[in-house]
């Protein structure tokens, strides 16, 4: 059974940092493209970052780019994302998603929330 | 960049009713890369179709997706209390990767 468990959500203040952490199991890790995928409060479902199989691709929506890095330790089954320079409407719940290999998300995590607020 | 369009918002139904949610993207999308999840209130999203028309695993057959080119529906036939919930399409596209949700549309029942 795949199980994603995220890790790491919380308080942080606008301009600071946050690393969230996904702990993946029930599967083969280094086979499947991994995603951070987050919801805001009254908000939709918007994508964040993708990460290949082997950590050597990434792609990020451009509401993060250049301050989010989603990276992978594949020795761990851990897929990561480091939060930097967070505004206030990065508040979200923080889902980690396994790629089904067609670009879509299969299996999710319960969620971690993030409260961006001074 | 794809932008996904969902319509309506809001659907209200009586139980047992049919339903159709409409997903409508900027330029023409893969049907191998189109899917739709539902996320009920404080729940995790579920993947319910994917490749326009595939059934997730568990997922019940009163569920259906259908739609080519810019044009895609889930479609309900027969609304239960437990499909109280948003539904969202979502694309890839291959070349750049990009990931888009639509805003998702909300089923409710009357």
């Known amino acids: 059974e795949v199980q994603l468990l995220e890790s790491g959500g919380g308080l942080v203040q606008p301009g600071g940092s946050r690393r969230l952490s996904c702990a993946a199991s029930g599967f083969t890790f280094t086979t499947y493209s991994m995603s951070w995928v987050r919801k805001a409060p009254w908000k939709g479902l918007e994508w964040v970052a993708a990460?290949?199989?082997?950590?050597?691709?990434?792609n990020y929506a451009d509401s993060v780019k250049g301050r989010f890095t989603i990276s992978r330790d594949n020795s761990k089954n851990t897929l990561s994302l480091q939060m930097n320079s967070v505004r206030d409407d990065d508040t979200a719940v923080y889902y980690c998603?396994?790629?089904?290999?067609?670009?879509?998300?299969?299996?999710w995590g319960q969620g971690t929330l993030v409260t961006v607020s001074s | 960049e794809i932008v996904l369009t969902q319509s309506p918002g809001t659907l209200s139904l009586s139980l047992g009713e049919g339903a159709t949610l409409s997903c409508r993207a900027s330029q023409s999308v893969s049907t191998s890369h189109l899917a739709w999840y539902q996320q009920k209130p404080g729940q995790t999203p579920r993947l319910l179709i994917y490749g326009t028309s595939s059934r997730a695993t568990g997922i019940p057959d009163r569920f259906s997706g259908s739609g080519s080119g810019t044009d895609f529906t889930l479609t309900i036939s027969g609304v239960e209390p437990e499909d109280i919930a948003v539904y969202y399409c979502q694309q890839y596209g291959a070349s750049p990767p990009t990931w888009a949700f639509g805003q998702g549309t909300k089923v409710e029942i009357k």
């Open positions: 998603a396994k790629d089904n290999s067609y670009g879509n998300f299969e299996s």
């Open positions: 990460i290949s199989g082997s950590g050597d691709r990434t």
